[in-house]
């Protein structure tokens, strides 16, 4: 419980991160500091992005596969039907 209160800031807590961050990069670095922030974290959220859209891609590409084998199975089994329907009808007419 105590780890938890240690992330719970409040209004003069975050003042007092405020001063100790300027204190250490000062005022001129600040925007410096937030601009390598934000650029941070739009890289990463364009490669989630990026990785999300392969991920669907191999999903979308294995269904694909699964339907196809499935097809060619059902294909199989019909010619094989029909060949068995075909030797029967012949060997009636003999």
């Known amino acids: 419980m105590k780890g938890l209160l240690l ?30 922030i934000g650029k941070g974290i739009r890289e990463f959220n364009t490669a989630k992005g990026t990785i999300e859209k392969e991920l669907q891609d191999g999903m979308r590409e294995e269904e694909q596969r699964e339907r196809d084998a499935r097809e060619l199975r059902e294909l199989r089994e019909r010619e094989a039907q029909r060949k068995r329907e075909e030797a029967f009808i012949t060997r009636e007419e003999k």
Do not use: D, R, S
């Open 7 to 36: 992330f719970n800031f409040l209004g003069p807590e975050m003042l007092v991160v405020f001063f100790a961050i300027l204190l250490l990069f000062g005022g001129k670095k600040i925007p410096e500091l937030m601009k390598g």
